[in-house]
């Protein structure tokens, strides 16, 4: 398995070369990235609050009003949002809780929990810590059955914008790109080790990038000549001249930026391990939203819902009446969702969002 960041998810599904098997979408500002009918409508009109910042950042929540639905709130149910970020997601889902109702957050970012703690309400509380563990940290507290559980993956605006967080191009600062500060190797104590070949393969599989080779040769050879690559800066400026041809409109760091911030963070293997943990924590009917930012994020979550859906794995051939086949643990509920033109136009940032709803089933 791929390793970067230390205490981080020790066992994952998707291996390199898995999560490059299709084209990743991801053209977010700066990274490449950057989140039935009866039962509810999927076909959720985008309200003013989906383009209106939070009152802590200007960070512009996406999906807000979908996501928050998909949920379908029960006023006195437990809900979790397992990525907490400047917390417009959470405000939402607590607008709907009665009296009884509790939220429970999750955040690796020292300053998302911050902001957390600006939430003054009792029903509400945050925990420092990866998605990856909320299993166990919520049975250590007591909880082991919610009503809902809320991903919004990928990278916050203010995130994004703070220089010193490393995370863009845009800025020349540390070469940080953690998403808690507090632990973890730095993307520039990545390339201060790598391999050529190590990181050629990170470029290609988690950034996509189709010169990926001569991108990790180039830095291989600034490192190696006595320059280590410490700044966003100086690594947007070697992959700039190691990338012959781009797309339009289209930073040439992007894709790299990209491939260096999900290997640091373990995002994709964090994600492979975090989705049978909600499967597990769902009450019957209790709803799974996940918010992803490029297909590498949407493939899995897809796949994920997929199989737990259809799990008739058995030889086609194989005797068995259709009573005695394997019982879905998961419904679709629907078809994916992304944002508007209106969001859009507003927050270009969400342009690449995808909305998968799933609903767990009384299947053990």
């Given at each position: 398995?791929?390793?970067?960041?230390?205490?981080?998810?020790?066992?994952?599904?998707?291996?390199?070369?898995?999560?490059?098997?299709?084209?990743?979408?991801?053209?977010?500002?700066?990274?490449?990235?950057?989140?039935?009918?009866?039962?509810?409508?999927?076909?959720?009109?985008?309200?003013?609050?989906?383009?209106?910042?939070?009152?802590?950042?200007?960070?512009?929540?996406?999906?807000?009003?979908?996501?928050?639905?998909?949920?379908?709130?029960?006023?006195?149910?437990?809900?979790?949002?397992?990525?907490?970020?400047?917390?417009?997601?959470?405000?939402?889902?607590?607008?709907?809780?009665?009296?009884?109702?509790?939220?429970?957050?999750?955040?690796?970012?020292?300053?998302?929990?911050?902001?957390?703690?600006?939430?003054?309400?009792?029903?509400?509380?945050?925990?420092?810590?990866?998605?990856?563990?909320?299993?166990?940290?919520?049975?250590?507290?007591?909880?082991?059955?919610?009503?809902?559980?809320?991903?919004?993956?990928?990278?916050?605006?203010?995130?994004?914008?703070?220089?010193?967080?490393?995370?863009?191009?845009?800025?020349?600062?540390?070469?940080?790109?953690?998403?808690?500060?507090?632990?973890?190797?730095?993307?520039?104590?990545?390339?201060?080790?790598?391999?050529?070949?190590?990181?050629?393969?990170?470029?290609?599989?988690?950034?996509?990038?189709?010169?990926?080779?001569?991108?990790?040769?180039?830095?291989?050879?600034?490192?190696?000549?006595?320059?280590?690559?410490?700044?966003?800066?100086?690594?947007?400026?070697?992959?700039?001249?190691?990338?012959?041809?781009?797309?339009?409109?289209?930073?040439?760091?992007?894709?790299?930026?990209?491939?260096?911030?999900?290997?640091?963070?373990?995002?994709?293997?964090?994600?492979?391990?975090?989705?049978?943990?909600?499967?597990?924590?769902?009450?019957?009917?209790?709803?799974?939203?996940?918010?992803?930012?490029?297909?590498?994020?949407?493939?899995?979550?897809?796949?994920?819902?997929?199989?737990?859906?259809?799990?008739?794995?058995?030889?086609?051939?194989?005797?068995?009446?259709?009573?005695?086949?394997?019982?879905?643990?998961?419904?679709?509920?629907?078809?994916?969702?992304?944002?508007?033109?209106?969001?859009?136009?507003?927050?270009?940032?969400?342009?690449?969002?995808?909305?998968?709803?799933?609903?767990r089933t009384s299947v053990l």
């Amino acid at each position: 398995m791929t390793r970067g960041v230390k205490n981080a998810p020790t066992k994952a599904s998707l291996s390199l070369k898995q999560a490059s098997s299709k084209k990743a979408s991801s053209k977010a500002a700066g990274l490449g990235s950057v989140k039935e009918s009866e039962k509810y409508p999927l076909e959720v009109s985008v309200s003013n609050s989906n383009l209106v910042s939070d009152p802590v950042s200007p960070h512009i929540t996406v999906l807000l009003d979908e996501a928050v639905h998909a949920l379908a709130i029960k006023p006195s149910g437990l809900y979790v949002d397992g990525t907490f970020g400047r917390g417009g997601h959470s405000r939402k889902i607590l607008s709907q809780l009665g009296p009884e109702g509790r939220l429970i957050a999750f955040d690796r970012d020292l300053t998302a929990i911050e902001s957390g703690k600006e939430i003054n309400d009792q029903r509400f509380s945050i925990i420092h810590s990866h998605f990856a563990s909320m299993q166990a940290r919520l049975t250590d507290i007591g909880v082991t059955q919610v009503d809902g559980v809320l991903l919004d993956l990928g990278i916050s605006s203010p995130q994004i914008d703070d220089a010193e967080r490393g995370f863009s191009f845009r800025y020349d600062a540390p070469l940080d790109m953690r998403m808690d500060q507090t632990s973890g190797q730095t993307a520039a104590d990545f390339l201060r080790h790598t391999t050529e070949q190590q990181l050629a393969e990170v470029i290609k599989n988690y950034g996509e990038e189709r010169f990926a080779k001569s991108i990790a040769r180039a830095i291989i050879k600034e490192r190696d000549d006595g320059r280590a690559i410490t700044t966003t800066g100086q690594l947007a400026q070697i992959v700039a001249g190691a990338v012959p041809r781009f797309e339009s409109g289209q930073n040439p760091a992007t894709r790299t930026f990209q491939a260096l911030r999900i290997f640091v963070n373990q995002e994709l293997e964090e994600l492979s391990l975090t989705l049978p943990q909600c499967l597990g924590l769902l009450k019957p009917q209790g709803r799974l939203a996940v918010i992803s930012f490029h297909s590498l994020e949407d493939r899995i979550v897809k796949q994920f819902i997929r199989d737990q859906e259809n799990r008739d794995d058995l030889p086609s051939n194989f005797p068995v009446r259709a009573a005695d086949l394997p019982q879905p643990k998961l419904v679709s509920m629907g078809k994916a969702i992304k944002p508007g033109a209106q969001e859009v136009k507003a927050n270009p940032r969400s342009r690449s969002a995808v909305l998968r709803v799933a609903e767990r089933t009384s299947v053990l």
